[in-house]
C-alpha cells in the first residue's frame, strides 16, 4: 500500500475532459460522481441495483495488448469510481444537446416518440448509443438485447423500438414503417395513413462526430508502467494491485476483504444489506486474470473476463471447433444470453459470478454439469478444483479457503455421442434470476443409446447448486427410454425436497419444473438419437423456443380535415414538447435541482413491526453520527399533525403506535445522502406488539376489519332472477395488487425563504395545490406563503398523490425546523415500502345465466385490501361500483364494495382506480360462464353487450355505438375469426404447446364522480416579443398534456406551437387546482386554457382590426401600445358529476371513453412461459388531439395492464414485510415482454360534446385491456386442460405467473 493517507489520484475523463480526483472514497459510486460532484443529471437514479438501467453511460477503455479500444454500456450506479482509472466515461450529455446538435439516437427516440416522462430515456440512448458504437448497422435482436435491461414505464416500449430500428439496415429499405401494414389483417392503403414520424427527416449517423478516445488516456496506457494504487475513505479502502504475486499477498493477509470485480454482487451488498469492509482489493488490472488458453481437453478462460467477452470468445470457439467438440459452449451460450442485462454482463465476471455461489445462478449449474473445473492460487501455489457437487457448500460459500483467488475455469470440449442442454424459467424472460434454472450432460457410446454418463445440476432447489446424483444413478449405464425415464422421474421428485419455507417460494412449481426440464431434455435427446440413427420410429414434438421476432406494427388513425389550416397543430402527431430535452439529459427533475448552500437530506425512519406500540424512539447513536444534524418526530411539527381522508385521520409521523411495516416514525438530516442514510438505520425502536395483525382480505373480512362507508348499487330484482334462470354459476377471482414503479422515486426539496415564513416547494407531486394546502396547515401558517412548483415527474400513475403530500410535509417541518433547504428523494426500496400501490382485489360473484349464454343476473362482491389507512379507498371502492357493469347490459346487477382495513402499507390511487380490478372479475364472471355452456366466451361477451340507447346500472342514458363499432372494428382488424380456427388448429397439432386468444372490451366514466374536483384554471400570458407563457393546472407527468395545452393555444391564438412555452406547475401561478388523474387533464385544463386564450383573442380584437394584415407580433406590439392586458386567466368549472350513493343513481361521468382489444398468446404448458404473438386495440378518443400523445397512452396503459394481470406479484412476509422491493424481485414488463405484432386503431368520425374539441380522456381506460393477454392465457390453458380431460370453469388468479399457468395447465409434471 504505497499511498499516503488520502490515497492515490484517479485520472479519468468524462465527456471528453479531464478528471483528477485526490480523495476517492470506494464507496462513491460513478453515478452519484457525475450527478452530485460533475452535475451531470442527464444520468438517471432510478433504483440503484443494476436493474433498471436509467443510470446507463458508456465507459471506453485501451487495450494496449492489441491496441484497440472497446466500449461498453454500464450500470453507473453499481460501477466504484475508483475502478474508473484511466477509462473514459461518456454520457447522456457527451454525445449531444439542444445548445449544440443533438445525436441521432436523441433525435430518432424523442420522434419516434419513444419519451413520454423521459425519466428512462437518458438511459435507453446510451444503451443504443453504445451498441451502435460497436455495431454501426445492428439487427433488430441486437436492439432488442442492448435494451434488455432498460426499463420504461411510461411507452411500452414499441414506440423505442421503432425509432432505434431506423439504425438497422434491413429498416432502411422497408418504407412501411409505423403507419405501414404488416400484420396480417387487411391491407390498408399506406398512402392514407398518417404516419407517426417521417424518417426521412431523421439526421444521418455519422460516427466521425463522435467524441473521440482521449489519446492522453492511450499514452498513459502505453507508456506508464502501472502501479498498485490505494483509495481511502471514511469507511473503506481499496487496494488495486497490478501484479499476481502482489494479489496472492494482500488476500494471504486479508483473507475476509473480498475481490471486487464487476461489483454486482457485492455493490447490492453494500447498498441494500448495509454490509461494510474496511478492505477492499480490486485486481481487476491483473493480467493473469484475463488469459485465454487452449489445451487438448479444452479451454481455460482467465476468471477476469465479464460474461459478455466470454460469450464472445466461446461464440468464437464455436466457430473454430466442429459442433460434437462444442455442445457444452452452445449450452453456456444460451444461458449467458440470459443472465442480467448487457450491462451487467459488461462488468459482472466469471470468477464474481463462481464465487458469488448464488443458488439460482445460471451458468453454475451448466459449468458444473459440463465437468468444469477452477484453477486457483494462495500462498501455498497453484491448484485445480472441480467445479462439482462438493464445490457448491450454501449460498455465497465455496470449498475454497478465503484466501485463495481463483484465476482460470477450464471449459472442456464435448465428445462425440455427448449431449449438453441448459433450461431456465423465471418470472420475466430476460433480465431476472430463474426460479429453476438447469444444466444436463448426458453421453452415449457411439451407436448406442445406453447411457454411459449423465450430470444433471439444478439451481433454484435449495441452498445451493445442486446435483441430482440418485436420478443420475437410475439413468446411467440403462439404455435412455421411456421406461428409465419414467423411473428417473420417480427418484428426481423424491431427491429434491421443496418444503413450502423453500427460499422464494412456489415449491410445487420448482418441484413441476424439474420435471419437465427433465422431459425437455428427454425429447432433445430423443431427437438427437435419432438424427444419429440410433433410434427409429419415435415421433418427438419438436419443442422450439417460443417465437421471439418483434415486427413492424400499424399505428392507425385519421387525417385532419382538409380544410384545417397547416399551421393549427390539433389532430396531428406532435412529439412531446419535451421529449428533445429529455433525451439529451437536459430535462431537469426534482432532483437534479442544484443543492443550495447548507443544504440538507432527510432520509425517513420506518416501523419495522406491523401492529404495535412504540415504547421508545432511541435517536443518540443517530446523533453521534458523523454529518447528523437533527431528527424529526411528531412532537416538532408546529400545526396539524395528521391528515385526514374520507372522516379518518392518518398521522403524518407515527407517536405511539403503529399499523404496518413501513409507517414513518420519525426522520434524520445530515449533511449528504449517505449520512443521512446510515443515520436512519442507526435509529433503534423499541415496541410492544398489539393485537395480531391482519395482512389478508380473507382475515379482515373474518374479523369485520373495514373502512366505512361500505358500498352498494343494485339495479333489477337479482333475487327473483336467479329463480327464473337455466343455470346458475358461483365463481371467484383474486387479483393481485400492483405498484407503481414510476421511474423517478418520490422527491421533494424544500426552500424556506427564511423571510415571512415563506417557504418554496418543489415536488414530483400529482397535485400542487393539496401539497400547499397540507404543509400550510402542517406549519400552521397561510397557505400564501406556501408556494409549490412542478416542473415535471418521472412517471406518477396515480402514485404521486396522497403520499407525496405526507413526505412534503415532513420535509417541510424539516426545513421550519432548521431554517435550511431540506431535500428527500426515496431510495427505490423505500419508496415501494412506504408508498402501496394498487389494491389488491378479491371478487365472489353469484351468476344466473340461460343456455344461450344471455345473463340475466349477477350478484357481485368486491373487498379491496386497502392497507392501514383509509386514503382513497372509499373513492376506490365507490368507482369500482360504478363500472360494475363494463360493457354488459346485465338486467339484475348487484353489486357491493367493502374497502378491508389491514395492517400492510396503505394501497393508493393507481391508473385505473379501481376499474381494471372490478372489469377483470366481470370478464372473469364471462368467462366461465362460457367455459360452463362450451360456447365461446366472445360470442358470451357479444351476446350481454349493451345494444341501442341504453342505460347504466346507475340509471344514466347512454350511446353504446362507439362501442360496438369498436368490438367489430377489432375483431375485423384482427382477423379474429380466422384466427380462431388457426388456434384451434394449432391446439390440436400441439400436446405441450398452446396458443389462446381472446378479445376485450371496456367502457371508461372519464372525470371524477366528485363534480368539485372537475374544475380547472389557466394563466396565459404574452410577452411584448409576442412570446406566450402558459401555466394551467395539470402537471406533465409523461402524459403530454403541456404538449396538448401548447396546440389548445397555437389553435386558439393563431399562432404556431413554437411561440408558446410551459415552464411549470405552479400553485402561485394558477391557484386552487386539482389533482391530474382520472383521465381528465386534458379535457380539464383545456377548457381553461382555451377561455384564457379567447379572453386575450377577443382584446387583441382592436388591434387586429386596425391591422388586418399585421402579423401577430405586431399586434402584441400594439396592444402593449394601447395599454390592453395582455395577461389573462382562465376557468373551468367542469362537468356537474355527482352520485347518490342512497339512490343508487346519478351523473357520474360526462362521457365514456371505449375500447377493445384482442390478443393471442402462444404458451409453453411445460414452464408456464408464454409469449404475446399479437395484439389489435382499437380505441375510441374521440377526435384525437394528439393521435402520437393518445396512442403512447394506449400502448403504454395496455402494457402496464399486461404487468398487472401476468407479471406483477408483491411478496409479502408473514409478518407484513414487502420483500419485492427493487426490480430484481419485482417484474415489470421489459422490451421481451412487448407483443410481437402491436397494433393500435382509433376509432374514425367519433364525436365528444363533452370534451375539448371533441377529444377524449385516454390515460387510463386502456390499461384494463392488458387483461385480453390474462384472458388469452385462459383460453390456452382451457386448451391443455382439455389434453388431460378437464373442462368447465377453473381458477386461475391474477397475476398469471408462470407458476400459476403451469399448475394450472395439470400437466402430469405439475401434478405429482
Ligand atoms: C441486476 C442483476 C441481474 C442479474 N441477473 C442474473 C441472472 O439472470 N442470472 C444469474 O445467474 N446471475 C445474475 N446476476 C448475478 C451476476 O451474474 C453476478 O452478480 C456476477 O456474475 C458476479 O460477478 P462480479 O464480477 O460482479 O462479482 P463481484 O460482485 O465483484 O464479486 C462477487 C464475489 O466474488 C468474489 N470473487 C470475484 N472474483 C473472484 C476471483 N477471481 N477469485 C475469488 N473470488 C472472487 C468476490 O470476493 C466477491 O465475494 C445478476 C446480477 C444483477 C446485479
Ligand atoms: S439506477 Fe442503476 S440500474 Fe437502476
Ligand atoms: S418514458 Fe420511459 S419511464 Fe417514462
Redesign the pocket.
Known amino acids: 500500500m504505497s499511498a499516503g493517507a488520502t490515497g492515490d489520484t484517479l485520472c479519468f475523463f468524462v465527456n471528453g475532459k479531464k478528471v483528477t480526483e485526490k480523495h476517492v472514497d470506494p464507496e462513491t459510486t460513478l453515478l452519484s460522481f457525475l450527478r452530485e460532484k460533475l452535475r451531470l443529471t442527464g444520468t438517471k437514479y432510478g433504483c440503484g441495483?443494476?436493474?433498471c438501467g436509467a443510470c446507463t453511460v458508456m465507459v471506453s477503455r485501451y487495450r494496449p495488448a492489441n491496441k484497440s479500444i472497446c466500449h461498453y454500456s454500464v450500470n453507473a450506479c453499481?460501477l466504484p469510481l475508483c475502478q474508473l482509472h484511466g477509462a473514459a466515461i461518456t454520457t447522456v450529455e457527451g454525445i449531444g444537446s439542444t445548445k449544440t446538435r443533438i445525436h441521432p439516437v436523441q433525435e430518432r427516440i424523442a420522434k419516434a416518440h419513444g419519451s413520454q416522462c423521459g425519466f428512462c430515456t437518458p438511459g435507453m440512448v446510451m444503451s443504443m448509443y453504445t451498441l451502435l458504437r460497436n455495431n454501426p448497422q445492428p439487427s433488430l435482436e441486437d436492439i432488442t438485447q442492448a435494451l434488455t435491461g432498460n426499463l420504461c414505464r411510461c411507452t411500452g416500449y414499441r414506440p423505442i423500438i421503432d425509432g432505434c430500428r431506423t439504425f438497422c439496415q434491413q429498416e432502411a429499405n422497408c418504407c412501411q414503417l409505423n403507419g405501414g401494414t404488416n400484420s396480417g389483417s387487411k391491407e390498408e392503403n399506406p398512402e392514407e395513413t398518417p404516419l407517426l414520424f417521417d424518417k426521412s427527416q431523421f439526421l444521418p449517423i455519422d460516427h466521425t462526430q463522435e467524441l473521440i478516445f482521449p489519446p492522453e488516456l492511450i499514452l498513459m496506457a502505453e507508456t506508464s508502467s502501472p502501479q498498485t494504487l490505494t483509495f481511502r475513505g471514511e469507511r473503506v479502502t481499496c487496494v488495486s494491485p497490478v501484479l499476481l504475486e502482489e494479489l496472492v499477498q494482500l488476500k494471504t493477509s486479508n483473507p475476509e476483504a473480498?475481490?471486487?470485480?464487476?461489483?454486482?454482487?457485492?455493490?447490492?451488498d453494500f447498498k441494500f444489506k448495509g454490509v461494510v469492509h474496511p478492505l477492499i482489493i480490486s485486481?481487476i488490472r491483473v493480467l493473469e486474470?484475463f488469459e485465454v488458453t487452449e489445451t487438448t481437453h479444452g479451454v481455460w478462460v482467465g476468471?477476469?473476463f465479464p460474461?459478455s467477452e466470454i460469450w464472445a470468445i466461446l461464440k468464437k470457439l464455436c466457430r473454430q471447433f466442429p459442433e460434437e467438440k462444442t455442445e457444452l459452449f452452445r449450452a453456456l451460450i444460451q444461458q449467458l444470453r440470459?443472465?442480467?442485462?448487457q450491462q451487467?454482463c459488461n462488468?459482472?465476471?466469471l470468477?464474481?459470478?463462481i464465487?458469488?455461489a448464488?443458488p439460482?445462478?445460471?451458468?453454475n449449474p451448466i459449468l458444473a454439469a459440463g465437468n468444469c473445473s477452477v484453477s486457483t492460487i494462495s500462498s501455498g501455489g497453484w491448484r485445480e478444483v472441480p467445479l462439482n457437487q462438493e464445490f457448491f457448500l450454501s449460498f455465497g460459500k465455496t470449498v475454497?479457503r478465503p484466501e485463495?483467488?481463483?484465476?482460470s475455469v477450464l471449459i472442456p470440449f464435448s465428445r462425440k455421442g455427448e449431449l449438453v442442454r441448459a433450461f431456465r424459467q423465471?418470472p420475466r424472460k430476460e433480465?431476472?434470476?430463474?426460479t429453476i434454472t438447469t444444466g444436463m450432460r448426458v453421453l452415449f457410446s457411439e451407436g448406442f443409446r445406453v447411457v454411459e454418463d449423465v450430470s444433471i445440476y439444478f439451481g433454484g432447489v435449495g441452498p445451493k447448486t445442486a446435483k441430482a446424483v440418485q436420478t443420475c444413478a437410475t439413468i446411467v449405464a440403462r439404455p435412455w427410454n421411456a421406461e428409465t425415464l419414467s423411473q428417473a422421474y420417480e427418484v428426481l421428485v423424491k431427491e429434491f425436497d421443496f418444503p413450502p419455507s423453500i427460499p422464494g417460494g412456489k415449491a410445487e412449481f420448482r418441484r413441476s419444473l424439474t420435471l419437465s426440464f427433465l422431459f425437455k431434455f428427454n425429447l432433445e435427446v430423443l431427437q438427437s438419437l435419432r438424427k444419429m440413427n440410433v433410434i427409429e420410429n419415435i415421433v418427438v414434438e419438436n419443442m422450439e423456443p417460443l417465437p421471439g421476432e418483434i415486427q413492424l406494427s400499424q399505428q392507425h388513425f385519421q387525417h385532419v380535415s382538409k380544410g384545417q389550416s397547416d399551421q393549427d397543430p390539433v389532430g396531428r402527431a406532435i412529439i412531446h414538447s419535451s421529449a428533445i430535452s429529455q433525451a439529451t439529459g437536459e430535462a431537469i427533475y426534482c432532483d437534479d435541482l442544484p443543492k443550495t448552500d447548507g443544504e440538507l437530506f432527510l432520509s425517513l425512519v420506518t416501523s419495522s413491526r406491523a401492529h404495535a406500540k412504540i415504547i421508545n424512539v432511541d435517536v443518540s447513536d443517530a446523533l453521534l453520527l458523523p454529518g447528523v444534524v437533527d431528527v424529526i418526530t411528531a412532537k416538532d411539527i408546529p400545526g396539524k399533525k395528521t391528515r385526514m381522508f374520507s372522516g379518518y385521520d392518518e398521522e403524518m409521523l407515527a407517536q405511539t403506535q403503529v399499523s404496518c411495516i413501513g409507517q414513518i416514525v420519525c426522520a434524520v438530516l445530515a449533511d449528504t445522502r449517505a449520512h443521512a442514510r446510515r443515520a436512519a438505520s442507526a435509529v433503534n425502536i423499541s415496541y410492544e406488539d398489539l393485537s395480531e395483525p391482519i395482512f389478508t382480505i380473507e382475515d379482515a373480512i373474518k374479523r369485520s376489519s373495514y373502512f366505512e362507508p361500505r358500498r352498494k348499487l343494485e339495479r333489477g330484482n337479482v333475487e327473483e332472477a336467479f329463480k327464473s334462470v337455466d343455470l346458475v354459476h358461483e365463481g371467484a377471482i383474486r387479483i393481485g395488487g400492483q405498484e407503481h414503479f414510476y421511474m423517478e422515486t418520490q422527491s421533494i426539496l424544500v426552500l424556506p425563504v427564511r423571510e415571512q415564513a415563506e417557504f418554496k416547494i418543489y415536488a414530483s407531486s400529482q397535485s400542487p395545490t393539496s401539497v400547499q394546502i397540507a404543509v400550510s396547515e402542517t406549519l400552521a401558517i397561510p397557505a400564501n406563503r406556501v408556494s409549490c412548483h412542478v416542473k415535471r415527474l418521472g412517471g406518477a400513475f396515480g402514485g404521486k398523490f396522497v403520499k407525496t403530500v405526507i413526505l412534503a410535509c415532513i420535509t417541510s417541518v424539516a426545513a421550519w425546523k432548521t431554517n435550511c433547504a431540506v431535500r428527500c428523494v426515496l431510495e427505490r426500496g423505500e419508496d415501494m415500502l412506504i408508498t402501496g400501490g394498487r389494491h389488491p382485489v378479491l371478487g365472489k360473484y353469484k351468476v344466473g345465466f340461460q343456455k344461450d349464454g344471455r345473463i340475466l343476473a349477477a350478484d357481485i362482491q368486491i373487498w379491496t385490501n386497502a392497507g392501514n389507512a383509509v386514503d382513497v379507498s372509499i373513492f376506490v371502492a365507490e368507482k369500482i361500483l360504478l363500472h360494475l357493469d363494463n360493457a354488459y347490459n346485465i338486467p339484475n346487477l348487484r353489486g357491493r364494495a367493502a374497502a378491508c382495513r389491514t395492517n400492510l402499507p396503505s394501497n393508493t390511487s393507481f391508473r385505473g382506480f379501481g376499474v381494471p380490478q372490478v372489469a377483470c372479475v366481470i370478464e372473469n364472471l364471462i368467462s366461465d360462464v362460457g367455459l360452463t355452456l362450451q360456447r365461446p366466451v366472445d360470442q358470451v361477451r357479444e351476446i350481454n353487450m349493451y345494444k341501442g340507447p341504453s342505460l347504466t346500472h346507475y340509471k344514466v342514458e347512454f350511446s353504446p355505438e362507439n362501442l360496438l363499432r369498436c368490438w367489430d372494428e377489432c375483431k375485423a382488424k384482427s382477423d379474429f375469426c380466422s384466427r380462431r380456427i388457426a388456434v384451434d388448429t394449432f391446439n390440436e397439432q400441439n400436446r405441450w404447446k398452446k396458443r389462446g386468444l381472446s378479445i376485450i372490451p371496456i367502457k371508461y366514466g372519464i372525470a371524477f364522480s366528485e363534480g368539485v374536483m372537475n374544475q380547472s384554471a389557466a394563466l396565459v400570458n404574452i410577452y411584448q416579443d409576442g412570446s406566450v407563457l402558459v401555466t394551467h393546472g395539470g402537471t406533465e407527468m409523461g402524459q403530454g398534456v403541456h404538449t396538448k395545452m401548447q396546440q389548445v393555444v397555437s389553435r386558439e391564438l393563431h399562432i404556431p406551437m413554437s411561440k408558446v412555452y410551459i415552464g411549470e406547475t405552479s400553485t402561485n401561478a394558477v391557484p386552487n387546482t386539482f389533482i391530474s388523474a382520472a383521465s381528465f387533464g386534458t379535457d380539464a385544463n383545456g377548457m381553461a386554457v382555451k377561455n384564457a386564450c379567447q379572453t386575450l383573442y377577443q382584446r387583441l380584437e382592436p388591434v387586429r382590426q386596425k391591422n388586418p394584415k399585421g402579423t401577430w407580433e405586431s399586434w402584441v406590439s400594439a396592444a402593449v401600445m394601447e395599454k390592453i392586458s395582455l395577461s389573462a386567466t382562465g376557468f373551468s368549472r367542469g362537468p356537474d358529476s355527482y352520485i347518490d350513493w342512497d339512490k343508487m343513481e346519478g351523473q357520474p361521468f360526462p362521457y365514456f371513453t371505449y375500447g377493445v382489444c384482442c390478443s393471442e398468446v402462444e404458451l409453453d404448458c411445460l414452464t408456464g412461459d408464454y409469449r404475446t404473438m399479437r395484439t389489435n386495440i382499437v380505441a375510441d378518443v374521440g377526435q384525437s388531439l394528439n393521435p402520437s400523445v393518445d396512442i403512447g397512452q394506449i400502448e403504454g396503459a395496455f402494457m402496464q395492464g399486461l404487468g398487472l394481470f401476468t407479471m406483477e406479484e408483491l411478496k409479502f412476509s408473514p409478518c407484513g414485510l414487502l420483500y419485492t422491493r427493487g426490480p430484481?424481485q419485482y417484474k415489470i414488463p421489459a422490451v421481451c415482454d412487448l407483443p410481437l405484432s402491436f397494433n393500435i386503431h382509433l376509432l374514425s368520425d367519433s364525436n365528444n360534446p363533452h370534451a375539448i374539441y371533441s377529444s377524449k380522456g385516454i390515460g387510463e381506460p386502456t390499461l384494463f385491456l392488458g387483461s385480453s393477454v390474462f384472458f388469452a392465457i385462459k383460453d390456452a390453458v382451457a386448451a391443455a386442460r382439455k389434453e388431460v380431460g378437464l373442462s368447465g370453469p377453473f381458477s386461475l388468479d391474477s397475476p398469471a405467473t408462470a407458476e400459476r399457468i403451469c399448475l394450472a395447465c395439470a400437466s402430469p409434471f405439475a401434478q405429482v
Do not use: Q, R, Y
Open positions: 441495483g443494476g436493474g453499481l473480498p475481490l471486487i470485480m464487476g461489483n454486482t454482487k457485492l455493490g447490492p485486481p486474470l476468471t477476469g460474461l440470459n443472465v442480467g442485462s451487467i462488468v459482472a465476471t470468477g464474481g459470478h464465487m458469488s448464488n439460482n445462478s445460471d451458468l475454497l485463495e483467488i481463483v484465476v423465471a433480465c431476472a434470476f430463474a430484481s
